[in-house]
């Protein structure tokens, strides 16, 4: 009985090593679980605009006030008329300087993040008076240019706003960066983001049109523009020219007047409650 015993344990280690010497008999090694990959909207640092930055600014909060309601109507109107046509990109400008092309600009980004579904970029193409980043309150530390250039990755300088705006702004402009909206890099790094944060609008405040040849040379990477003139100091002839001479090489999407100081007689600020 005691020699049986024997070689039954003598039979089972030479299957162990057998076993062992055989890679095929082998249980593989359980490594590391893979890493779940983090989208580019995760990447994004989270900011909050000072709330009395943005009322100082005159960016609504909400669609309470007779603004908001204004920005509301052209946000939800803009949506539908890109929808239709299969637009994703839209410019926004201005004849000249001082009509306030960056804070409808700013208003309708805010409108935009306000909605319960949807995604929306918002990006400061003026590279040579960059005042988006003032109006909502950000202190970018490198600038718009760095990103179209490919010195810096969208995902680190960008940030977030309520989780489903992402900001590229600049706090202050460069001259060696003047022409970055002619090059194909910026080209490709727009196609990029777009690729890479698929949000279903992408806005764009532009430099005004009579002060430079940049909204000409971006024209081609836009779907459509808005122009944004001032009442009482946008003439009907600069509206015309800036329509006439950007529907050659885009859409016209409206044209918004800005600085409006009365109400439409059938507008009801009380509503809703």
Not at 112 to 134: H, N, T
Not at 226 to 252: F, K
Request: proline share 7%; net charge neutral.
């Amino acid at each position: 009985m005691e020699r049986l015993q024997v070689a039954v344990q003598e039979a089972r280690e030479r299957r162990a090593r057998l076993t062992e010497a055989d890679p095929r008999t082998r249980t593989p090694a359980l490594g590391p679980e893979p890493e779940t990959p983090v989208s580019p909207w995760g990447k994004l640092s989270s900011v909050t605009p000072p709330r009395r930055r943005l009322l100082r600014g005159r960016i609504f909060l909400n669609a309470r006030a007779p603004g908001g309601v204004a920005i509301d109507l052209l946000r939800t109107r803009l949506l539908k008329l890109m929808a239709s046509n299969g637009w994703k990109r839209v410019m926004i400008t201005s004849p000249n300087s001082g009509c306030g092309k960056t804070n409808v600009c700013a208003n309708l980004a805010m409108a935009l993040s306000r909605r319960p579904e949807g995604r929306a970029v918002l990006i400061d193409l003026d590279v040579f008076r960059p005042s988006l980043a003032g109006t909502l309150g950000l202190n970018p530390t490198t600038g718009v240019a760095d990103v179209l250039t490919g010195r810096v990755a969208p995902s680190d300088q960008m940030v977030s706003i309520g989780g489903n705006l992402a900001v590229c702004a600049s706090r202050s402009a460069h001259p060696e960066d003047a022409n970055v909206l002619k090059t194909r890099k910026a080209r490709e790094v727009l196609d990029e983001i777009e690729r890479d944060f698929a949000p279903d609008i992408m806005l764009f405040d532009a430099p005004p049109f009579f002060g430079t040849d940049a909204v000409i040379a971006a024209s081609d990477m836009v779907d459509c523009v808005v122009i944004v003139g001032a009442s009482g100091e946008s003439s009907i002839d600069q509206l015309d020219r800036t329509e006439s001479d950007l529907s050659q090489y885009t859409n016209i999407a409206g044209i918004v007047l800005n600085k409006c100081r009365y109400l439409a007689g059938d507008s009801d600020a009380a509503y809703p409650q």
